[in-house]
């Protein structure tokens, strides 16, 4: 019997609030009284937190996760006449930040099983004009570091993990964002931890690095109106700061909830006889993945789609098209069938509504809802 359930939203931020709403609202209190609304003790006390939290020598706040990859790039000298390798599927920030520099975004396919870069891929691409690789950490699982890592110190490129999905996944026990050259995280509202706005991080283990990317967020000045060379407008603001510590100390709680209903959905999955038709997700052995998304894929998504939006259950596409298809890069001369893994990927996936506070009920009405579209054809 299906449950009765009047809709089940892709994500329930009021749902996660609700609990921490006094604590968050003293806090937003507390900065307006101060007038202190840029850097300052919130935004030092954040970056300490998350350093300990990600096990890395330096956690830099900024404006938001572009801006992270964005300062990171620029933190490296990347620029006109440079690669970076990377993706052709994820979020648009990663190839688009690559451009905005002056640099070459090389792509390169995916793991059908993981949807990460595909680190053979990697291998075949890097050229003399390699500066950079960029693995992307998609959906909450890292992309697989160690032939990575290898090819990076063999051709002497730096390694710069997009980690926005990813925070407090790991890689054969190692935290991501602390793996390469540099890590960069989102704090956008969706993310696992996520600000009330636009908020983002870069992390290092190197002393020099660290501090050049505190310079890079504020126009790379030191002392003030003094400076050696050209940054960003980056900074933090300490409202975003003091929410994030807030939310910061429930963030293994939240995980484990979004783990224990991606367990559940693969219990739920196998009861309905749906095993063999829909392809779940897959946490490769030596990995911690955090769910940032559920990922499905089905041969008709696109009828599936609305078919659960007409029962009211939220879903989303991530992403409806690869990299080497968008128009601004046309540049790049790539074309339809380049990429074959991330346009299938791109063709037949879909998030289902993942986040910790979703009930068993809601799951399983997401669950005969699919049931009942899959039968029917």
């Known amino acids: 019997m299906t449950p009765i359930v009047a809709s089940v939203p892709l994500l329930d931020l009021k749902a996660q609030y609700a609990p921490i709403r006094d604590e968050i609202l003293a806090a937003i209190t507390r900065i307006c009284d101060s007038q202190h609304f840029i850097g300052g003790p919130e935004v030092d006390g954040l970056e300490r937190d998350l350093a300990a939290m990600l096990d890395v020598q330096a956690a830099v706040g900024v404006s938001s996760g572009t801006d992270a ?25 990663t190839a688009g930040t690559i451009w905005r520099v002056g640099a070459r975004p090389v792509l390169v396919d995916i793991d059908p099983v993981t949807f990460n870069i595909d680190p053979d891929a990697v291998v ?22 160690d032939p990575i890592l290898d090819v990076a110190r063999t051709r002497g490129v730096a390694v710069i993990e997009d980690a926005a999905q990813a925070i407090g996944a790991l890689y054969k026990g190692r935290r991501v964002g602390g793996i390469g050259t540099i890590g960069c995280f989102s704090f956008f509202p969706s993310k696992n931890l996520g600000a009330f706005g636009d908020a983002g ?9 660290g501090h050049r990317l505190h310079l890079m967020r504020n126009h790379g000045a030191e002392p003030k109106y003094f400076h050696t060379f050209v940054g960003g407008n980056f900074r ?13 100390k ?83 001369g790539h074309r339809d069938g380049d990429f074959p893994r991330a346009e299938r990927a791109a063709r037949e996936t879909l998030a289902l509504p993942i986040y910790g506070e979703l009930t068993e009920a809601q799951q399983e009405y997401v669950v005969a809802s699919i049931a009942e579209f899959l039968n029917g054809h």
């Not at 990859?69 to 979020?91: K, R």
């Not at 991080?201 to 690095?209: C, I, R, S, Y």
């Not at 894929?297 to 989303?316: I, K, M, W």
């Open 69 to 93: 990859l964005l300062a990171a790039l620029m933190a490296l000298n990347i620029g006109p006449g440079d690669e970076v390798v990377t993706t052709t599927y994820s979020f648009f920030a």
């Open 201 to 209: 991080l870069v992390t290092t283990n190197d002393e020099a690095l």
């Open 124 to 145: 075949c691409a890097i050229t003399p004009r390699t500066r950079a690789i960029m693995p992307v950490h998609l959906y909450g699982q890292s992309a697989d570091m």
């Open 250 to 332: 429930h963030l293994a709680a939240w995980t484990e909830a979004r783990r224990r209903n991606a367990a559940r959905y693969v219990r739920m999955f196998g009861e309905a006889g749906l095993g063999e038709r829909v392809t779940l997700p897959v946490e490769v052995a030596g990995r911690y993945h955090i769910y940032n998304q559920f990922i499905v894929r089905v041969p008709e998504r696109d009828r599936l789609l609305a078919h659960l939006q007409s029962r009211r259950v939220g879903v989303e596409i991530y992403y409806p098209v690869p990299f080497h298809l968008q128009e601004c890069f046309a540049a790049l």
């Open 236 to 248: 933090l603001d300490a409202l975003q700061a003091a929410v994030l510590r807030i939310k910061a």
